[in-house]
């Protein structure tokens, strides 16, 4: 992993452009996409094509009708102007319509984008449990949420719009100078002329605005990841509302809150100061230059145009001049636009930088690719041995996903037959016997200390050497100071840490299970609490009815909810309705409905009463699973 004081640093030092890296990635996530021809997504495009297509078609039409109705005014025919009003109207219809389903098919494309994204997203964020290894640790990019929700969304919607901000004002230009150029030639005039003004005036708007725009890119990239860290914090507040009103932490928090707010005004100040000075840049060139400019063009081959008679020039040329300026007008409304999408596209790029970040972060962390923050270097994860029993570490360093090494070097086994029970720990510090020696203390170097209640011990070797404990009904108890490893063990046989080197062999993940302090409660029924994470499917599918959950929930003291909830089929957030010790002990129910072989428990019972943990414990060990808890009561 790489760490940072401050993760929007990264962004800070982060080159955003619209250069050929920008296009490079922006291709990839486009073939995400639009995965083919035949899907959805390419449907939705294809038909948003030809509403733009259709428009720009219309656009010529109507401008040509524009002519023809000035003309009859010239002419003062009654008639032909009242039919070219009524075709006028007529072309209204499906004018409207069209603008109408370009609005619709950019919307739907949108959509359908963030979907296609969003799914490839979910996809890499549950796979090989990246959203824990990604919030467990600094990563690259901060508040996963926000790269999830609003970039996605924002980069989605950015593409879709300029597609129809660039697709149609360039097909635009193409037909109606196309047009305008046919025109010119019947009539004998000089259709070169106007074509090197706009070329040239074109050109020097664009060396311009190219030259004075700021980094739009950096500073939209910059402002997402500022308020995505405002959410962050927003977050913390709701998630430990009740510590930080016991503690009256309000004028902290406050005062985080606002530091993180006016930082994110700040940013976007910065923004509309910089568009300011740039629109007022863009505002010149495009609606001062291009009309002066357009007015010169329209005008040069009305002047030196050949092809109409003396007796009916002043007509013809009111409707040439009609037609010419109305799509002369569209035309430079469609430039204008390809010109002005400039800043757009330097947002994309912000927009790319941050969601191409978070699918680059999303796809190491799956292929478990880290890196450290002390020399940022990559460290290559061992693989995992599976067995059907035994649990094997060695040679094992316990790191942090920061990097921390919390044991340099870890050596445990356990290895349960048929009636037996055996641990083998090396390079022990000393040995102590209490309870009569029926209770042994393992002293671990990195201050773990292994407690083992046994019957009779068959082998026991010097202990300054690998030691072999071959014990009738044991279960393991691991205590040992703050931050000398204990939880972080179970995180590596759980899976939920990567083994950089040694050896590591242990059961499948179904067959160990693992209760935390605080126990997950999810969003459902108080069913789905007890069988979580299985479904209500996966339950009968194993053949466990409710009669089975009711004696499970007897067994740790908790059936009472049952009654209290209104039964099991009654949907709620539990999270805080039940007590802390309701919580536990609903984590020692899913334990029962599980019958793993292994329990790693990690203080799972410490709001739980003395005499109702003996019981829930007693009844795990006759239920023939191994327990290997950590916990720091003395009755335990």
């Given amino acids: 992993f790489i760490s940072t004081n401050f993760k929007l640093d990264l962004m800070q030092k982060s080159s955003v452009a619209v250069n050929r890296v920008f296009f490079k990635r922006l291709w990839r996530l486009m073939k995400i996409l639009i995965p083919g021809v035949w899907s959805k997504e390419f449907v939705w495009l294809f038909l948003h094509s030809s509403a733009l297509v259709a428009r720009t078609f219309l656009s010529i039409i109507v401008a040509d009708l524009d002519g023809r109705m000035v003309r009859s005014i010239v002419r003062t025919d009654l008639w032909q102007f009242i039919l070219d009003l009524l075709k006028w109207l007529a072309l209204a219809i499906p004018a409207t319509f069209t603008n109408s389903a370009i609005r619709f098919c950019e919307s739907k494309q949108a959509l359908a984008f963030r979907t296609k994204l969003v799914e490839r997203a979910y996809d890499l964020y549950f796979k090989n449990q990246t959203y824990y290894r990604y919030v467990g640790g600094d990563i690259v990019i901060a508040n996963a949420d926000q790269s999830l929700t609003d970039d996605i969304h924002d980069f989605t919607s950015t593409v879709a719009h300029l597609y129809s901000h660039l697709t149609k004002p360039i097909l635009d230009i193409v037909l109606i100078t196309n047009t305008l150029v046919s025109r010119a030639k019947e009539r004998g005039a000089n259709s070169k002329l106007p074509g090197l003004i706009s070329f040239t005036t074109t050109l020097i708007t664009i060396n311009v605005l190219r030259a004075v725009s700021p980094k739009f890119g950096q500073?939209?990239?910059?402002?997402?990841?500022?308020?995505?860290?405002?959410?962050?914090?927003?977050?913390r507040i709701?998630?430990?509302?009740?510590?930080?009103?016991f503690y009256g932490g309000e004028k902290a928090e406050l005062s985080l809150l606002r530091r993180c707010y006016r930082s994110l005004v700040e940013q976007t100040n910065m923004i509309y100061l910089q568009r300011l000075w740039y629109v007022m840049v863009e505002q010149f060139f495009m609606k001062y230059m291009w009309s002066s400019a357009g007015m010169i063009m329209i005008a040069i081959p009305i002047l030196t145009a050949k092809g109409y008679a003396e007796n009916c020039k002043l007509k013809l040329f009111m409707d040439a001049f009609t037609s010419s300026r109305n799509l002369l007008t569209t035309s430079a409304d469609a430039l204008e636009r390809v010109i002005s999408s400039y800043k757009?596209?330097?947002?994309?790029?912000?927009?790319?930088?941050?969601?191409?970040?978070?699918?680059?972060?999303?796809?190491?962390?799956?292929?478990?690719?880290?890196?450290?923050?002390?020399?940022?270097?990559?460290?290559?994860?061992?693989?995992?041995?599976?067995?059907?029993?035994?649990?094997?570490?060695?040679?094992?360093?316990?790191?942090?996903?920061n990097g921390d090494v919390v044991v340099k070097s870890l050596y445990l086994q356990v290895q349960p037959a048929l009636f037996n029970f055996i641990v083998i720990c090396s390079r022990l510090s000393h040995v102590i016997t209490r309870n009569k020696g029926k209770t042994l203390f393992l002293y671990l170097p990195n201050k773990i200390t292994l407690h083992l209640h046994y019957k009779n011990i068959s082998k026991i070797k010097r202990p300054t050497y690998t030691q072999f404990l071959q014990c009738n009904?044991?279960?393991?108890?691991?205590?040992g100071p703050n931050g000398c490893g204990k939880s972080s063990l179970f995180r590596i046989l759980s899976g939920l840490w990567p083994v950089?080197?040694?050896?590591?062999?242990k059961p499948p993940p179904s067959s160990m299970f693992y209760i935390p302090q605080r126990p997950y409660m999810a969003i459902g029924t108080l069913r789905g609490q007890v069988i979580y994470p299985d479904t209500h499917e996966d339950m009968l599918a194993k053949g466990v009815t409710d009669e089975d959950l009711r004696r499970i929930l007897e067994t740790v003291h908790l059936f009472h909810v049952v009654t209290r909830e209104g039964g099991w089929g009654v949907e709620a957030d539990r999270k805080d309705v039940l007590s802390g010790g309701e919580k536990q002990r609903m984590g020692m129910a899913r334990l029962f409905y599980h019958k793993p072989m292994y329990a790693l428990l990690d203080e799972c019972t410490s709001a739980v009463s003395?005499?109702?943990?003996?019981?829930?414990?007693?009844?795990a060990k006759d239920a023939g699973i191994i327990l290997m808890s950590i916990s720091h009561r003395p009755s335990l």
């Avoid at 500073?219 to 977050?235: F, M, N, P, Q, V």
């Avoid at 041995?385 to 996903?401: H, K």
């Avoid at 009904?473 to 205590?479: D, P, S, V, Y």
Wanted: proline letters at 2%; one cysteine or more; a negative charge.
């Fill in 344 to 401: 757009e596209i330097t947002e994309l790029a912000g927009y790319t930088e941050r969601v191409w970040n978070m699918f680059d972060v999303f796809e190491e962390v799956s292929r478990g690719n880290y890196e450290r923050s002390a020399d940022c270097t990559v460290m290559e994860i061992n693989d995992t041995e599976e067995t059907t029993r035994d649990i094997v570490v060695q040679n094992v360093p316990i790191i942090t996903p």
């Fill in 238 to 245: 709701i998630q430990n509302a009740e510590e930080i009103a």
């Fill in 219 to 235: 500073l939209i990239a910059e402002r997402a990841a500022r308020k995505g860290y405002l959410r962050y914090i927003h977050s």
């Fill in 500 to 505: 950089y080197s040694g050896l590591l062999k």
């Fill in 473 to 479: 009904g044991m279960h393991l108890l691991i205590t």
């Fill in 610 to 619: 003395i005499d109702v943990e003996g019981k829930i414990f007693q009844a």
